[in-house]
Every structure is written in structure tokens, then in C-alpha cells.
């Protein structure tokens, strides 16, 4: 029995905790003059500045280095709240928090349990003292029967935002203090279960479920039956000592495709329990992670518990459609990073399959920054509290069959409590293994983890071999002998992860291991006013004087929940439906866990620059899991254009996350045109009239069009600049150890950042001078050299204009001289169109946008859209919208003439369309700060550079990189009437 105390509470803020009032626990303090506040709430979000401000620091400690002491200016609001329990004397008709709690009497103990409050709440009860709240999130409960009482109930909690807590809890996210998750008190009845756990495995063998029954009772609480009705099971247990192992019979196991649940019931004297129970079985043998006798490939993401407005606290819905677009998105794991999630997030887990790597509530992280010297994992005066932690994480949560590793906390180092609390939670639950990614000699900790390697140290990992990853003595020889996995890897910072792909076929192919966590599902923006207009912010937007600026945006979702474009990219690299075709077959691989393909529809689709020419329902048998078929593909009529012929993958029905034709997996094949018996004779350029050609009008002085249709445009050039992205700009730190790694691998990520070399080559200020403008009657060429201030290289570029069936044809060489010692951005045209255009419609790429590295998300087809939803909005202005592969774009305004630009090949450039151009981009770092858009920004791109992962790992690799080359672009701008 539960009675909740959220609500509205009475709050005293002081700045530093000496000014804190003496007497706030008093019974009869009079605290009329204290202010309302909701619990739960981080009370640095409630009113702004007021009850001070978040901060946001990753690594580094916002105090000094000074176990256990921390600073007096330290934040502490005072909670007081006042609750009637009804007594005999006393009528307690609607007095809050809800309904009065009648019963509260007859219960044997009263509970008082916190489930959350950073970072430390001293608790008292009618002016007595009751305890201590530690470990922001992890949950407390506080005996209070002897303390409660009929009647009026003073309840005081003290939060301080620093406390020794704070040294272990250095987590890369904001600093939030406060009451942020539910109080309530819970009555335990006399004869009542303490606890329990129906530790349920499953034989895959033989496919019969097991239980092993833990009930924690005292004597008056038996017998005690276990009923599970759905198993017809009933058993009566006179005493803990007839808790044996039970067989169940044959059961339905638990997974992440079938996450059945069964209800089971346990009745003591005094109470019933309800529980959800799932048979499965985790085993880590050799190398593989077995769940269900069958190897785990993991496809994950990292999710912090995150809300724009409220920090920490999640509501219901929001976690559900988190969990849902987990699930569209072929994710099939979750790592709590870096504490045990609200409960109710596992409960959810446990209803719709997703596994989980619950990690406890442990960092010290900013220890590295001074050599890990005083590190609380390997300071005896820790072991005691640090095992309690792991105590409370997996006693609160060992119930739930979606939680199948234990993770010790994340970046403390390594030290002797580590290996105490991994032997703790080894003793405790043989049944789940233990994961710690910095038990990098694997003493400890059952499973190889990793963060942001580079393909080839992955591949080193695997090999056992001695490289910059696994160069502790004596560590090579351990690495073969236990799974691999990747607890962190690409970094959804900004525009991004780039390289996926690279990661997903080592997963598909290098023995051990098993697969990988994306950082991570959500940027931490929060809501707030920047010059003067709603923004999200980051780290600096608060006053901090010490932050680590954007490095907390770095999710694959917006701060309230929009998917980026890498979400799509990241769900066509993680589905499980392999797909591999060429014109003739398709090889379909089903690589769920267990799940077969019975819930899915095959269909084949034919499009062409004109549309869909065909789409069928294929027949295609059902596919066991682990098995691989081929199916021949219907042949496609031969034509004199081209052919996409694509197999998509789709739910039949609706299922509990995806209503049915969620696409599941997409694969495409380019068919070429047949050419023609007798080809089209190429026409011939028509004589130019003056400076006009077709619709474009040419400026006589400059050679650079100035009207398009009769609308006026401006500003055409030839640029090599992009807005950097987040992984353009950012270089992973100094201090991190796979930094030097990369670097003695050769990626070059110790070098300077793209950006950084991009800037200092001059790439976002190239001057150009007009070197020959020549009308030869039926051709205009214009010469260009475009170079920056102080540089001796630059782009000569050619663009000649004639008119070829009433439309404008223009083709572009840009040609590089001097020398180039970095990578260019793009190589594109650009031209500003009048703002008034806001749709456009297109043959190409999309529906999002896609680069080198980064699209498998997208196909050939025919899109459209508004212009203002072709860019995404990431929360710091950076590149976006680039859609490669243009065949036709149609560019259109109400009461503007549609500008057509097409593209015959035999390259095709990307376009983007952008209210913003790229210098714009680039100075703002928020979206407020970007100022008025001055019109529609067209660009046509022969080429961009990668993405990469460079933020937080691997530069973009050489394959996606893009070097100084000569181009070609051509196009033609018609119009339509
Ligand atoms: C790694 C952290 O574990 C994670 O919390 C987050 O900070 C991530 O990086 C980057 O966003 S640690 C890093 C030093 C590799």
C-alpha cells in the first residue's frame, strides 16, 4: 500500500548552506512566509534564476577537487510538508494530498521511500531526525511508524545540491538538485512479504520455464502460495525453507520479439502481491552473450532520463513513445546511462521487449583530470557506501526479465570497490553478467566493453591482439575468451553519427563480438529564453562560469522529442531484415533474436523519374531466425529510363509498437535506362539573345544571373563552404585515452578539427575575381578564380550558360590549384531565391537528408515537401538538408513561377534548400540567434564531405572524406508555366 506525498510542498531557498534557516524541521516553525513547490521538481528549474540555475559540466567537477568536502556556496532548499492522518478524534475529509489514508493504523510499519533526490536529503518527521537520502537515483526507504501520528504530520526534507554524494555521481549531464521523483509512504501489513524475487529462467532445450523463489516474510507471514494462472500453477510454501527451484512446465520464453509476460501471484497472511514474470535466461558463454540458448546482437542506444522542461523527470507518455520509437527504429537494447531509471521505465521494457543494461548510480569522472589520484572507486573509505549502491540497484529492479547485465556506473576508473561491488552482484544474481567498460583488463566484470573505438581497433579487440586498446599486460590473452561490446559508440552530437555502417558489419562479421550502444537517445537542451525568444539551451546559457558548453546535445532526438535525420539512418543500419539484392534476387536474412518473419509483408516497388511503374506483394516463405533465403525478383521491363527497383519489408498487422506498414527494412537497386534504338540527336543550342538564356537572365557586368523567371535572385557563386557541423568542430578531448588511440592508428583525431583547418585555409571567405566573361553567340562563359585572403590556392571555375530546348544549361568545372592540405566541406553552387518559395517537390534522394556516410535511410523516389521542413533544427545551427542524387527539383511560391532545375547525369549533384545560408549557420549557435532569413538558399552540390563520428571518436574515414578534385556540375533551370 502506497500513499503519495507529490504535490505542492513549502520551499525555502537559501545560496549557501549556512544560511539556511536553523529551525526549519520545527514542528511549530510558522513557514507561511515559505513559497509552494512541486514534488517531484528540481527546484533549479521551477522559476528560473530564483532558486538558482542549472549547470551543466561533463567530466570535470563544477567544485573543487576535495573529497569529501564541498563548498559552502552550496544551493539547499528546505522541503517542508504538512499531512493529516486521520486518528479517531480527527475527521480528515478531503485534506490533502489526496484522500486521507484510513487504513495507515493498521498496518504493522510505516515506510517513508524516496525515489530520487539530488544530490543528498537530510529527512525529519515531526521534528525528529529519520535519516539520510544518498544516491540521487537510487531509492531510500526510512522506517517511520514510531514517528507517525494521528492528525497533523510535519514532514522536512533538507536538499543540498553538493554533497560527498556529488564525487561520485560526476555523470555528463546537468546538475539538477531537488525532490525530482516520487515520496510516499508504504504500509507494511503484519504478516506481510518483504520482498521477494521469482528469479525465472527458461530451458531452450526443453522449453520448460523454472522460478527459483526468494520471499523475504517474517514467521506470521506463512504459508505463503504462488499462483500463475496462465501456467495453471499453484503452489503453497509453508516456510522459506520449502522455497526450492520450481518447474514450471512448458512456457513461453521472454525477449525482445515475444516479450511474453505472465502474471504470478503470491498471497501471504497478510497481503497479495501482483508481479509480471518473464522466463528467460542470460549466460555469457565464451564469447557470446546467450539470452534464450541464443546469442544477443545488440543494437542499442544510450538514454539519459530527460525532459526540456521538467530535467530528470519523464513523464508517462513521453517514456512510452521513447520506448515505441525505440522499438520502429530497430533498437533492440537500452543502457540506463548512467543510474537505474525511473521504475516505471522498466516495467514498460518488460511489456514491450526492449533488453536493458541497468547501470548503477556511479561516476567519478572528473578523478581523471587529476590522474585518478583520491578516485572513490579505489578508496577503502568508499567500499561500503559503493556496494550499497549496487545493493539498492539490483534489489529494486532484479524482478524485471528485460534487464539482462548489471552495470557497475560508468567512467570511475578502476579500483578495488569496483571489483567488491562486482563480486557483491556476482554473489547476489549469478543469473545476469556484470559489464563495467573500465574494467578494461577484464578482472571483474563478465563482458569486453568499449567506447567510440575505431573500426580498426574493434577489429584488434577481437583479435586479442596488443594494440593502444588493450596494452595492459597480460590483458591481450583475455580478450578472446568472453563477448565484445561496444557500450558507447557513434556520437549523435549535431549532425550525425556518420559511419555506422562500418560499425554494423564488424558487428555482423568479427567473432565476439556481439554489438553496440549508440551515445545517445536525447539532447539535453533545456527550455529557455535566449535573446529574448524561446531556445533550447546547453551548457554556458546559465550563468555557469564553468561548463562544458554544447557536448550535452548530442542525442539522436531533439530535446522535446523530434527524431533527427540520424534516427533513420541508424534504423536502416540496426534492422534485423537484411536485405541484399540486384536486379534479379533478393537474399533476406531474418537476424531477430527469436521472432521469425510471419508478421511482415514483402513487397516489390518500381519507380521511375516519373513515379511508381509497378508494385507487387512478393511471395516469400516464412523465415526462421538465424536463417537466410533468396528470392527471385520479378523482372523489370525494360525502359528508356531509369529503374529503382526496391524490396521494403513491412508489418501485416499492428503490433504493439508500430501500427501495421511500419517499414521494417529497404533495400534498392539502380536498373539503367536501355538506350533507345536511335537516341534523340542532342539539340542544339539555340542562338542567345543578349544576355538572356531560356528563363535565366545574366547580369552583362558580372556574368552571374540576376533573374530567374522574371523573379529576381542574387548572390550565385561557387562555394566550398559549409555551417561545421558539431563533428566537424569538436576534436574528443586531449585527456581520452581512444583519442591517442585513434591517433596512433592514423585517423588523425589529436590533429585540429575540420572546422579548424577548413577556417585557417580561408574556405568560408574565398574572394573571386572574373577572369573572362565571352558571349559567343550561342554560349556564355564565364571564368572565375576564387581564392582567400593571403592564399596562394583556391577553385578556378568555369561555368558555361547556353540554351537548350527553351531551358537554361549550365555546367560548372570547378577545378582546384595551389596546394589543398585539408578537406573541403562540399563543392557546390549557390543562389538566393526570393523567400516567398516555400514548397518543393523532387526525383532523387530522400525523404531526409543524407551524406557520403550517412544514408542508408534514404532512397531514389519521387518527394515533396515544404521548405521550411527540409533542414532540420539542430539545436546548434549547423549543416543540414543536403539530399544527394538530384534528378528534378520543382521550386514553388504561391503566386511565383515554379523554378525546375534538373539534372540528366551522368552525376547527379544533392540540393538543399535552406532559409539560411551557410555563413548564417555557422555564426549562430542557437536557432534564436539566427536572425531574419533574407530568402530561399539554393544549393547544388557535386560532392560533401562526411560526417564522421569526430565529436566523440573516429574522423570521418578516407572513403567519405573529401579531397580537393576537379568537378563538374550540370544543370538545367527551366521553368514551369
Ligand atoms: C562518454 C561518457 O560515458 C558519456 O557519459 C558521454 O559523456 C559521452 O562520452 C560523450 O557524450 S566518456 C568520453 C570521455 C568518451
Redesign the pocket.
Known sequence: MCWSLDGTWRFHFSPTTSAAPADAAEVDLDDSGWEPIQVPSHFVLTDDSRWGRPIYT??KFPIPLDPPHVPDANLTGDYRLEFELPGAETTTEGIRPGEPWQGWRDFQRVLLRFDGVESIGLVHLNGKRVGVVRGSRLRTELDVTDLLRPGRNLLHVRVHQWSAMTYVED???WWLPGIFRSVCLIGRPAGGIDDFWLDAGYDHRTGRGRIVPEITAADDAWPITLRIDDLHFEQTFASADELLPLDLGEVVAWDCDTPRLYTATLASNGETIEAKIGFRTVRVVGRELLVNGRPLRMRGV?RHEFDPDKGRIVSEERLRADLMMMKQHGMNTVRT??YPPHPRFLDSCDELGLFVVLENDL?T?GFELAGWVGNPTDDPTWTDHLVDRMRRTVERDKNHPSVIIWSLG??SGTGANLAAMSAWTHRRDPGRPVHY?GDHAGRYTDILSR??PPLEGLEDLSDGLGSALTDIPGQAARQTDRPIML??FV?A?GNGPGGVAGYEHLFDTLPGVIGGLV??WRDHGLRTTINGQPDFGYGGDFGEVFHDAT??I?GLTTPDGHPSPAMAEVAAQFTPIRLEMDQEVVFIRNLRHSADTSDLVFTVVVDGPDGEVGREEMDVPVIESGDEIAVVLPSVAPSAHERWLSVVASLGDDSAWAPAGHVVARAQVIIEPTHGPAATPRPRPAHLDGWQVGPVTLDPVTGRPSSWAGVPVSESDTTLWRAPTSNDSLR??GS?E?ADVVATRGLGVDAPSSAERWRDAGLDRLVSRLVELRHDGDRITVRRRQAPAQGTWGVEVIEQWTELEGQAALGIDIVPFGRFDCTWPRVGWHLLLPGGYSEASWVGTGPGEAYPDSDAGVWLGSFSADIDDLCFGYIVPQETGHRPNLRRLAISGAGLPTLQVSSSGPHHPGFTLARHDAHELDAASHCSELGTSRGVHLYLDAAQHGLGSR???PDVRPEFQLWAKAVRIDLQLGVMR
Do not use: A, I, K, P
Request: aromatic share 16%; glycine share 4%.
Open positions: 561533463n567530466v555523470q555528463d549531464q544510450n546511462s548512467h561516476e569522472h560508468n567512467e567498460e567506447m567510440y557500450c558507447e556520437h552530437m551515445w545517445e557536448f550535452v548530442d574528443t578531448f581520452y581512444l565529436s566523440c571518436g
